[in-house]
């Protein structure tokens, strides 16, 4: 039995991206293996959210994992604050991480470039957490987007060096995980890059049936194919990779037909393009209103997942804290 863990930030609600990225995967691995799945609200604060809004974000995400079919029967789900020994990790795996190599990475560089008055020392030390996060259970596989993939070779980096310096084989290689398959990269269909939280371009689970349509109707193409066999604009590309993501392939091959004798009309596609996202959407949201009223039912899910993943979390450090060279008087 492998363990399994993943999580998503608690800064707004779940999309498309958010879901073919991480959670379909780790909700298709959860009955074979020991799973973990958190809500990320330690990584949330370094963008400073208001505490009035602190717990409505986690309790709506809470909400979307459990609508979207995580099993609290099967998997563990947890708040990330609840589990304060991550922290501890966190604190002991800094000393092992440099600074250079934080600086170096792509998501840290972005977010200087994109918000230069607020580099804080949490965004810097982003991925030391994060590994603390994944490294608290000792995680072979990590079921996430293509965004992480960068954050996962520093974890295993960290994992290596950790065994390394203390001569143990103690931290596993945590892998990227997505069947085998390239990880996914759900793309935005204003044209260009992924779809994000912060893009604004985002396609909920909590979207209505006319919210769904009105954002795909709006998406963004080009003057169509002048001659049979062209290749794909960025923004038409996007729109047939969603399309593979939740259509069947006899649509799939229908429109790149469509597209290739240059017989495609763009408005069809999109019709199309937004019933299949409804298809998958539209279940889930039901089960998300639902879940979202059943204070009991979500107090218990967290009160379980808490105690679960503490006694994974409380064992590890524990040994860490051992091999590291802490002793009892
Ligand atoms: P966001 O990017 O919306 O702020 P997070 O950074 O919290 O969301 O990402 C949580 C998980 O969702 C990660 O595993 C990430 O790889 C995945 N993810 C987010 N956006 C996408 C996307 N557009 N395509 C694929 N996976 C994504
Ligand atoms: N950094 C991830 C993201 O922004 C979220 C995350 C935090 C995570 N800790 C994790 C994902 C541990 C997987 C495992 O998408």
Redo the contacts with the bound molecule.
Sequence with gaps: MKTV?????STGNLHLG?YFG?LRNFIKMQHENRCFF?I?DY?SLTTHPDPALLHVNVKNVLSEYLGSGLDPEVATIYI?SDVPEVAELYLLLNMHTYVGELERTA?FKEKIRKHPDNVNAGLLT??V??AA??LLHR?DY????K??EQ??EMTRRFARRFNNIYGVEYFPESMPYNFGQELVKVPGLDGSGKMGKSEGNGIFLIDSDADIRKKVMRAVTDEGPKEPNSPMSEPVQNIFTILKIVSSPDTVDYFTEKYNTCEIRYGDLKKQLAEDIIKTVAPIRERILEIRSDDAFLAKVVKDGKEKARASADKTVAEVREIMGFKPF
């Design positions: 863990v993943s999580g998503i930030r958010n991480a958190f990320a990584h990330q998501s982003y991925p957490l994060m996060d994944i995680a990590v079921p996430v987007g965004d992480q954050h996962l």
